[in-house]
C-alpha cells in the first residue's frame, strides 16, 4: 500500500513545481537578469578561476535563474591572463558543451546555459592563433589575446563574441585590438536582436554608438568592470544617462569590488529609466532580474509605478563613502564658479568661450551645525576638447553642470568626503535647473548627469529633461521636480566623440592598432601637405 502513495506525493510535488515558459516573439517583454559579482581573491589564477566558475555556475544553477530568457556576467570575473580560453567561431555555432576542444570553464558554462535553456553572456580573456589573420591583425607571437564576450545560446552554443576595442589602462601592454571594431549582434528566440560591448567602449561612437544609430539595434548587452569617477563618470550614473538618451533597454552587469572603484549594476529601459539597478559599499554578489519590455511593444506597457517617498528635509543622511571614486582632471580646465557657502538662490550664466550655461535655482535652510561638514558647490561649463576619458584616450565634451567639492579649492571638486566625516545637509534646494545650447555635430549624446551621496543618479520621476532643436544647436535642460538635499551632481554632459588617436606609449610595430589609426592618417596627411608645399615652392623658384 505504500507504494501508490508514494507515488501521489511524488507526482504531487512535480505537479506543483512551477513549469516555467520562455518569452515569445510575440510577448510584449522578456525576462533578464545580470549579476554583479565579487571576483575571487585567491592566491593563484587557477584557484580563482576554480572559485569563479563554481560561483556562477551555483548561480546559474539556482531558482534565481527559474524562467529567465538571458543572463549577463560582468568583465574580466572568471578566467585571468594565466588562463586564456579558445573561444569558437560564431559562424559554426558550435556547443563547447558537446565539442570539448575548449577550456573547462567554457564547457562548463555552456552546459549550464543548455541545462537552465537560456542565454547566457559572458566575458573571458581569450586567445587566439592568428597566422592566417591579416597581418596588422596578428601579433608577432602568432597568438592573440583579446577581452571578449561570449554569448551561449539555449542549446549552450556560441552565437556571438565580442572582442574589446577601447582597452583601459594597463590592458594595452597585454591585449590585442582588431585593427577596426566589429559590431557584435545577434537574433534570440524571443524576437530581440541584441548588440553587446564592454565597460570603456561605451565612451566611444564605435562600435558602442554604432550598433545603436547605424544598426538600430535596441537592446544592449554590456558586461564591466567599471572605475567610476566623479562628478560625471560613476557607474549607475553614465549606464542610466546611457541608456536614457540612446532609448534603448542596457543589461550592465559590473563586478563588485567597491573599495577598487568597481561597483554598479542595473537593467535599464530606455526613456523610462531604470527597472532595476544598485551599487554597493561591501563586495556583492547579486542577481537582478526585470521583466524588460521589447520597444517595438512599448505602446503597451506601462512602467511600473514607483513612488517616491515624501521629500523630508533631513540634516544628516545617508551617504557611501567606501567606493573609491576617481576624480575627473577635466574639471581643472572647465570655466568655473565657486558658489558662496551659504547661498539660498542662484541666477548665473557661466560660459567656456562661445558656449554658455544658465543656472538658476533656490535653497532652504535646513539647520546649522559647526560640527558638521558641508560640500561646497560649483558651476561649471565646458566646451573643448582637451579633456581625455580617464587619461586614457582623447576626448570632446561639451558639460553644464553643478558640482560638488570638499572645500573652495577647484581640486577638491570631484571629491567625497572621506569615510569618518560627518556630512550635514545645511540647506536643501527646491529647485535647480540647469540649461545649455550644445552645438550639432555628426556624432553626439547629450546625456542627464545626476548622481546623489549615494553614488545614484536621480531617478527620472525626480527631474524634468527637455531637449529642443535648434539650427545649429540643441538647447538642453535639465530641472529638479522634486527638492533635494544630497545632490553631488546635476547637469548635462555631452559626449562629441572625439576622434583624435593616441598611441598609449606603445612601440611602433604596435601603432597599427585600431585606436592609434586614426592619427597615423592624420599625421601622414600632414606629410603630404608639408611635401606638396615643398615641391610646390621649389617648383615656383
Ligand atoms: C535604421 O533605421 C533607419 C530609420 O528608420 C533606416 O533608414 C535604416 O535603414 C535602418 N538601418 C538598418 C541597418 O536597419
Ligand atoms: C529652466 O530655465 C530656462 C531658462 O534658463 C527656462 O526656459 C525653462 O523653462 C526652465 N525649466 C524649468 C523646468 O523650470
Ligand atoms: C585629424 O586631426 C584634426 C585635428 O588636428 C581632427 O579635427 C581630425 O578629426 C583628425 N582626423 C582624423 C581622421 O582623425
Same mark, same amino acid.
Given at each position: 500500500?505504500?507504494?501508490p $502513495?508514494?507515488?501521489?506525493l ?16 510575440s510577448?510584449p ?29 551555483? $548561480?546559474?544553477?539556482? /531558482?534565481?535563474?527559474d524562467g529567465?530568457?538571458?543572463?549577463v556576467f560582468?568583465e ?7 588562463m586564456k580560453?579558445?573561444?569558437?567561431d560564431?559562424n ?9 576542444n575548449y577550456?573547462?570553464f567554457l ?23 592568428c597566422? /592566417?589573420s591579416l597581418?596588422?591583425?596578428c601579433?608577432?607571437?602568432?597568438m592573440?589575446?583579446?577581452?571578449t564576450?561570449v554569448?551561449?545560446d539555449?542549446? *549552450?552554443?556560441v ?23 566589429e559590431?557584435?549582434t +545577434?537574433?534570440?528566440?524571443?524576437g530581440v536582436? +541584441?548588440?553587446?560591448?564592454?565597460? %570603456?567602449?561605451?565612451l566611444?561612437?564605435?562600435?558602442a554608438?554604432?550598433?545603436?544609430k ?6 544592449? $548587452? ?12 560613476t ?12 532609448d534603448?533597454?542596457l543589461? !550592465?552587469a /559590473? ?11 542595473g537593467?535599464?529601459?530606455?526613456k523610462f529609466g531604470?527597472?532595476t539597478?544598485v ?9 537582478l532580474?526585470?521583466?524588460v ?6 505602446s503597451?506597457?506601462?512602467p511600473?509605478?514607483t ?7 533631513k540634516?544628516?543622511t545617508p551617504? +557611501?563613502?567606501r567606493i &573609491? ?24 550664466k557661466?560660459c ?5 550655461c544658465?543656472?538658476? *535655482? ?21 566646451d ?8 586614457? /584616450? #582623447?576626448s ?15 581640486s577638491?571638486?570631484?571629491?567625497i568626503? #572621506?569615510?569618518?566625516?560627518?556630512? *550635514?545637509n ?11 545650447? +550644445?552645438r550639432?555635430a ?8 545626476t ?27 535639465i ?5 533635494n !538635499?544630497d545632490?553631488?551632481? %546635476? &547637469? $548635462? ?8 588617436g ?17 592619427? !597615423?592618417i ?12 615643398l ?7
Amino acid at each position: 500500500m505504500g507504494v501508490p $502513495i508514494w507515488t501521489t506525493l511524488l507526482l504531487l510535488v512535480l505537479s506543483t513545481r512551477k513549469s516555467w515558459q520562455i518569452s515569445l516573439p510575440s510577448d510584449p517583454t522578456y525576462q533578464a537578469a545580470i549579476v554583479e559579482f565579487v571576483p575571487s581573491q585567491a592566491a593563484t589564477s587557477k584557484m580563482r578561476l576554480k572559485e569563479n566558475l563554481a560561483a556562477m555556475t551555483e $548561480i546559474i544553477a539556482s /531558482d534565481q535563474v527559474d524562467g529567465l530568457d538571458i543572463l549577463v556576467f560582468p568583465e574580466y570575473v572568471l578566467n585571468n591572463m594565466d588562463m586564456k580560453t579558445y573561444v569558437p567561431d560564431p559562424n559554426d555555432k558550435i556547443s563547447p558543451c558537446e565539442t570539448t576542444n575548449y577550456d573547462y570553464f567554457l564547457t562548463t558554462l555552456s552546459c549550464a546555459a543548455r541545462s537552465r535553456n537560456i542565454y547566457l553572456a559572458i566575458n573571458v580573456v581569450e586567445k587566439q592563433l592568428c597566422a /592566417d589573420s591579416l597581418p596588422e591583425d596578428c601579433d608577432e607571437s602568432g597568438m592573440n589575446t583579446y577581452n571578449t564576450n561570449v554569448v551561449f545560446d539555449r542549446r *549552450g552554443r556560441v552565437i556571438s563574441r565580442y572582442r574589446k576595442s577601447h582597452l583601459y589602462r594597463y590592458e594595452w601592454y597585454n591585449t590585442n585590438v582588431l585593427s577596426k571594431p566589429e559590431l557584435a549582434t +545577434f537574433e534570440t528566440d524571443f524576437g530581440v536582436t +541584441f548588440g553587446h560591448f564592454i565597460c %570603456f567602449d561605451m565612451l566611444f561612437y564605435e562600435p558602442a554608438l554604432m550598433l545603436v544609430k547605424e544598426l538600430n539595434i535596441t537592446d544592449i $548587452i554590456y558586461p564591466t568592470y567599471w572605475f567610476s569617477e566623479l562628478p560625471f563618470l560613476t557607474s549607475v550614473q553614465l549606464q542610466e544617462g546611457w541608456a536614457y538618451s540612446n532609448d534603448v533597454n542596457l543589461l !550592465a552587469a /559590473d563586478s563588485s569590488l567597491p573599495a577598487m572603484q568597481n561597483t554598479g549594476s542595473g537593467i535599464y529601459a530606455g526613456k523610462f529609466g531604470r527597472l532595476t539597478a544598485v551599487i554597493h559599499e561591501e563586495p556583492t554578489t547579486v542577481v537582478l532580474r526585470a521583466e524588460v519590455p521589447k520597444v517595438a511593444y512599448r505602446s503597451q506597457w506601462s512602467p511600473p509605478t514607483t513612488v517616491q517617498p515624501m521629500f523630508v528635509p533631513k540634516l544628516e543622511t545617508p551617504r +557611501f563613502s567606501r567606493i &573609491g571614486l576617481l576624480r575627473d582632471y577635466n574639471v581643472d580646465l572647465f570655466t568655473t564658479k565657486l558658489l558662496d557657502e551659504d547661498f539660498t538662490d542662484i541666477s548665473e550664466k557661466v560660459c567656456h568661450g562661445q558656449f554658455c550655461c544658465q543656472f538658476s *535655482g533656490k535653497r532652504t535652510f535646513i539647520s546649522g551645525s559647526n560640527t558638521l561638514s558641508a560640500y561646497r558647490y560649483r558651476l561649471v561649463a565646458y566646451d573643448g576638447s582637451e579633456t581625455t576619458f580617464q587619461q586614457i /584616450d #582623447p576626448s570632446e565634451l561639451g558639460v553644464c553642470a553643478i558640482i560638488t567639492c570638499t572645500n573652495a579649492d577647484l581640486s577638491s571638486c570631484g571629491r567625497i568626503f #572621506p569615510e569618518g566625516v560627518r556630512v *550635514g545637509n545645511k540647506y536643501y534646494f527646491n529647485s535647480l535647473n540647469v540649461t545649455g545650447s +550644445f552645438r550639432h555635430a555628426e556624432r553626439r549624446l547629450i546625456m542627464p548627469s545626476t548622481v546623489d551621496a549615494r553614488i545614484m543618479p536621480l531617478s527620472l520621476s525626480q527631474f524634468e529633461f527637455e531637449e529642443i532643436d535648434g539650427d545649429s544647436s540643441t538647447w538642453v535642460s535639465i530641472a529638479l521636480t522634486t527638492p533635494n !538635499a544630497d545632490l553631488l551632481t %546635476f &547637469g $548635462i554632459y555631452a559626449n562629441y566623440y572625439s576622434q583624435q588617436g593616441t598611441r598609449h606609449n606603445l612601440d611602433p610595430p604596435n601603432w597599427q592598432s585600431g585606436a592609434y589609426r586614426t592619427a !597615423a592618417i592624420n599625421v601622414s596627411g600632414g606629410l603630404l601637405i608639408v611635401v606638396l608645399y615643398l615641391s610646390i615652392t621649389i617648383f615656383l623658384k
